[in-house]
């Protein structure tokens, strides 16, 4: 492709609303442009990236036995209805209606589509194992989209299902994708790690999540350095320390005042902030729950909501007037004579003599016991992991890392085909609920991750597997016979023998060109300029930068070399 033809509008000076290096570069290098807040279109060279990813994924699915399909992005509100989540999936979801009043959305995902899809066709037991796929946009309206493609609400993504007949057969398939994707993110040249997730709104039976490891990754995920545990910050086991047990003392009601934080409440009773409950008001599908918490720690939500089997969006901290209604007070709530769900972490049965709220401004008791004084509703473990906790069963201590979710993969189970009826004939004749499970890969945010990882202050540095082209040619000067001569000859040799190349020659000052091609980060480059009657050329590598003068043939198989490797 000749760049004096090719669309690609660069920019000089950074985006203002551009958050973090992909989505600066990719605006900058005139690969997208924003339609709309989380909405953009994908210009030539971004869309060549896009699809050199898909082809990876497709590649490798195709070789884990999946077959492809393609589905509408537009999903009857019928089969979302049947399986409980047209309601409960939340403010996410696009709605809309046709002319004739019938409810559709913009897929966010497609449990439902492929579940009745198979439901509808697959009878039999010899029908399975069965895992289909496709590369389709998704839709989510995101409250507040951000980091350019990478939380966007329309989006690129590969969304995989399997149909087994057993628990052990799901296993199986597991596994398979499992290994694919490993060999998806490694040909994309991600550091990434797979850590356990949480399941979330896709219910199931356990789940992994593949991270490319970045600075500016919204994700959180802890890890052992001997590699034996990892997992996502919300999913991850916390062995709290408890303080040391002291002889049970009476209840009794003390005055605090000014003290409305763990923080000040510890240090005006001189008491260990892990002996001092924290409460949370919640809302909780509109009900008021109060969760009590060891004050020294925060409260996992995800663990909430897996506990409560009730939406992250169905959960809201009180309003004032809402807590003033449950007759307690800000900052004052504890669990005495408070007639709302009360939902503890284990850990405050277990610490006695407890600092709580009192429900009345400026007091606290002390000496507080759960059974005692207090009961309600105990859920194992209810708290967010930190710095300093031990991997459980272990003497390791987590270590922390920022990523990007690249892809998931959920054991869902029966979950769906039950909510579905989806059944399959055994061999002995008998109805059977398909054991499904799920797996996504997200493209557009693989773009994120590739070029988080791979960049430097002048653009991206793209890996040749998912460069928009292998290599540029550069001519120095237009004006310069022989460097238009050398120019032309070496691109047209390249292409000939298969290798995506671009011509630079625009005419534009050397500077521009230089820039541009810093900013676009094709990886392997030939500049033809000065020495071009002497046939010598100078022959850099985008990650490396440095320049070596060398023939021209001694470039061009430089340049088929590299290509091979990675074919």
């Known amino acids: 492709m000749r760049l004096s033809k090719l669309y690609m509008p660069t920019l000089r000076e950074d985006p203002q609303d551009a958050e973090i290096a992909s989505h600066k570069f990719l605006l900058r290098a005139g690969m997208i442009r924003k339609s709309a807040s989380g909405i953009y279109t994908y210009l030539p060279l971004g869309y060549r990236s896009i699809r050199k990813i898909e082809n990876i994924v497709r590649e490798e699915m195709d070789n884990a036995g999946a077959m492809e399909i393609l589905m509408s992005a537009i999903q009857p509100s019928e089969i979302w209805k049947e399986s409980g989540r047209w309601e409960k999936f939340g403010p996410e979801m696009f709605k809309l209606k046709d002319r004739n009043d019938r409810e559709f959305c913009l897929g966010p995902t497609a449990e439902e589509y492929f579940t009745t899809l198979v439901r509808d066709e697959v009878k039999s037991y010899k029908d399975l194992p ?152 919640l809302m909780i599908e509109d009900e008021p729950v109060i969760v009590f918490i060891p004050g020294d720690r925060e409260l996992n939500l995800a663990k909430l909501v897996s506990y409560t089997g009730v939406a992250e969006h169905d959960i809201r901290m009180m309003e004032d007037s809402e807590i003033e209604s449950i007759k307690t007070k800000k900052g004052y709530t504890g669990p005495i004579d408070l007639d709302v769900r009360k939902i503890f972490d284990k850990r405050i049965t277990e610490i006695n003599n407890l600092v709580i709220g009192a429900n009345e401004d400026e007091y606290h008791y002390v000496n507080a016991n759960y059974g005692r004084d207090f009961d309600g509703e105990v859920v194992d473990d209810l708290l967010l992991v930190t710095e300093g906790d031990k991997v459980p069963g272990t003497d390791e201590y987590y270590k922390f890392a920022r990523g990007i979710e690249v892809g998931n993969i959920f054991k869902l189970g ?154």
């Open 130 to 281: 069965l895992n289909l796929y496709q590369i389709q946009t998704k839709y989510r309206d995101e409250k507040r989209p951000r980091f350019g493609i990478n939380r966007a609400r329309e989006f690129s993504m590969k969304d995989a299902y399997t149909f087994d007949v057993s628990p052990e057969t799901l296993e199986i398939s597991y596994n398979n994708m499992y290994n694919a994707y490993e060999k998806i993110f490694d040909r994309l040249e991600l550091d990434y790690k797979i850590v356990e997730g949480d399941n979330g709104a896709m219910g199931g039976t356990g789940s992994h999540e593949f991270i490319a490891l970045s600075e500016t990754g919204e994700g959180v995920i802890v890890y052992s350095n001997s590699g034996k545990f990892g997992a996502t910050e919300e999913k991850a086991p916390v062995e709290y320390i408890l303080p040391q047990s002291k002889d049970v003392k009476d209840l009794e009601k003390v005055h605090t005042p000014n003290a409305s934080t763990i923080e000040e409440v510890s240090k005006f009773l001189d008491v260990d902030s892990k002996r001092c409950a924290k409460a949370i008001d």
């Open 414 to 567: 029966t979950k769906y085909s039950e909510a579905l009826n989806a059944t399959y004939l055994d061999e002995n004749g008998k109805s059977n609920y398909f054991y499904m499970g799920s797996y996504g890969v997200g493209i557009t945010r693989s773009v994120t991750a590739v070029i988080e990882q791979n960049h430097d202050d002048n653009g991206i540095i793209w890996p040749m597997a998912v460069a928009p082209y292998e290599a540029i040619v550069t001519i120095v000067n237009t004006k310069d016979d022989d460097q238009v001569a050398l120019g032309e000859r070496i691109y047209e040799d390249l292409k000939s023998q298969g290798v995506e190349v671009l011509l630079d020659d625009r005419k534009e000052r050397a500077g521009v060109k230089f820039k541009d091609r810093d900013l676009i980060g094709i990886p392997l480059r030939i500049t033809c300029g000065k020495k071009s009657s002497d046939n010598i050329v100078e022959y850099s590598t985008r990650r490396e930068l440095k320049n070596f003068e060398i023939s021209f043939e001694d470039a061009i198989r430089t340049v088929l070399n590299e290509v091979e490797k990675v074919r």
